[in-house]
């Protein structure tokens, strides 16, 4: 969450030298450049340390430098620049730690590893117990930012390790936040970061609930009802909604009906904003190239108007991405899935979903696990194609446009991040909501050619986008297979042929990701699932070459897990007795037979393992022996 802070360069420093650095470093020697960097740093000088700062945040805008940069123990002296007496060694510091934060994904771990976590907390229990901004201070906008880069960096390590969490949770900061929600003192911008830090660190965390509902109850419900649509407040807004949520450990049910609708129409308020319109705005204000292929940047008034505009676009998408998330967590059944876990046996005829939505007694509807008005509110409130529009990115012209202006970039990245959690809420909504209102099985289809659009005609190498819209192929599918005895709603894939198929095959033989993987190979064993029901030629034809299919890629497979999954898929593909002549085609039984023994082997290689993945490793190799046996004797009796 939050913005990438961008290095601002010293007055006396113009743009051609800041570009040029990179040149420098080549003829000096990259490793008398760190060493000099250290020595400034180490330096009792401020601008000596300023410099040295400076330095560093240019060279880790390569993430080439990074290792190097880790290896000589830069970070080990950048961090108690924290605590430094100057507030701009201070702010310099927390600004380069901040976006060292979010360049990779290890790169946090190595942060923790690193003991970044304890300046960090020393910062905050040194500087801001009591801090209030002073407009007569020279530093003041310097200290501002210095807290919101702090408050940013906290947030990004404690989404990445637990052990941040706990440092956290043992510290006084949960008791120093509750201050900054004072929206007249501290301003949008303080709030804005202290909430999403709060948002974050809340969740599942029975420490930060107690103190955090003790402290602050009456605040968030203060914010919850500000009396403005402005994107910041909007943002604001649903950061309170998220917190309170999360205070009741996720279980909205638990709060009075008079809180959850408010909620509940603030997140279609936040979600109906048109973030494309923003954006083709925003485009249409952005300078152009122009001839000599530089910016004729606007300056003055102008200068402040469109970075006010670009602001006012983060806080729409970062407003929406909050929202999204909320209803992804409302929409999750993260609490049962053990028990659906265990529910799955592939010698029954219904899977553990079909079970689970079956309409015999004492058996829970998917859709009945939201609270009754909770359900109502998605309904009427249409959250569902809320939600989908988030996949949808402005024209291509114009993410190019936003991308080449080096103050909009962030714009198109945070687009990227709400499309990709789009999905991941809409993978979730599709288990959850009743069919009949998705548009029925035609709308339920129609999202899965349109996922099926971002994963394989657009080429893209953004392996988050990928894995969110595999997963809501396949979830979108199960949610069709619930449904398939209607011999009208089976017949969608009836005309299926070949060709149809050749681009997802292709696409799970280039695929380099065991998650998008699973998915593809769980989506397609579906897909012939749903052709049993029109069997003639060509559907049969189809279904012989996706088991041949699958049953060659899990050879292949690396992943004990996802070679689990591809077995799985096939008992349950064949499972029905309808599927016994075309089992006996494609030699079923003894290629399974082949499988078991390299199944058992790596299990038994690759046992750390997460949870789902031990159980879905587990099942499989109880249902295998089971499921040949079973087959086997109904193949000898054809």
Known sequence: ???????????????????????????????????????????????????GLQTFAMLIESEENIAQVIERGLIK?????????????????????????????????????????????????????????????????EDIDTLIQCVNLLLNLCESSDLAVKYLSESRILDIFPRY???????????????????????????????????????????????SNEPPILLIKTLA????????????????????????QLLATTLSLDH??????????????????????PKGKNAQILQEQIKAVL?????????????ANICSCDDDDDDIDEMESSESEETAEDEMCTNGEGVVHAEDKLPPEVMEAMISLDIFDKVWSRTQLPAENVMMILKEYEESQLVPKKLYNLQTRALLCINNMLSTLPINKLGGVNGVYKIWVDAGK??????????????????????????IKLRENNAAESSLFSDLALSDIEIM??????????????????????????LINNLNDTTTTVICTITEFILEQAHKENEVWVLAEAIDTLVDLYSEDETDSIAANVKLVEKLASLAPILKNKARQQRKLPKEYKVLVSTASSNLPRFIKYKKARINNL
């Open 1 to 51: 969450m939050g913005k990438i802070r961008k290095r601002k360069p010293n007055k006396s420093q113009s743009p051609e030298s800041i570009e040029t650095f990179e040149e420098e470093l080549q003829i000096d020697s990259k490793e008398n450049a760190i060493q000099t960097i250290i020595d400034q740093l180490q330096a009792v000088n401020v601008e000596e340390k300023y410099c």
């Open 77 to 141: 002296i950048i961090a108690p620049l924290l605590l430094d007496p100057a507030s701009s060694v201070r702010n310099a510091a927390a600004g380069s730690l901040r976006n060292l934060s979010v360049l990779k994904l290890d790169v946090c771990e190595i942060l923790m590893e690193q003991d970044v976590m304890t300046p960090l907390i020393c910062y905050f229990h040194q500087f801001t117990e009591t801090w209030v901004p002073d407009a007569g201070s020279k530093t003041k906008d």
């Open 181 to 227: 929600l004072d929206l007249h003192t501290f301003g949008n911008d303080i709030v804005i970061a202290v909430m999403q830090c709060l948002f974050v660190v809340v969740e599942d965390n029975s420490i930060a609930i107690t103190k955090i509902k003790t402290s602050s109850e009456n605040q968030l419900k203060h914010l919850l009802i500000l009396d």
């Open 241 to 264: 909604a998220g917190i309170v949520i999360n205070t009741c450990r996720g279980n909205i049910s638990s709060l009075p009906v008079d809180v959850i609708n408010p909620i509940m």
């Open 276 to 297: 494309r319109t923003a954006c083709h705005q925003l485009s249409s204000s952005v300078p152009l190239k122009n001839s000599s292929g530089k910016f004729d940047a």
């Open 315 to 327: 806080y729409l998408l970062d407003g929406q991405q909050s929202a999204i998330e909320i209803i």
């Open 454 to 479: 971002l994963v394989f005609k657009q080429n893209s190498d953004n392996v988050n986008l990928l894995e969110s819209a595999t997963a809501v192929m396949r979830a979108a599918l199960d949610k």
């Open 505 to 530: 095959l292709t696409g799970i033989k280039d695929c380099q990701v065991p998650e998008i993987r699973s998915n593809l190979i769980r989506m397609i064993g579906t897909l012939a699932l749903l």
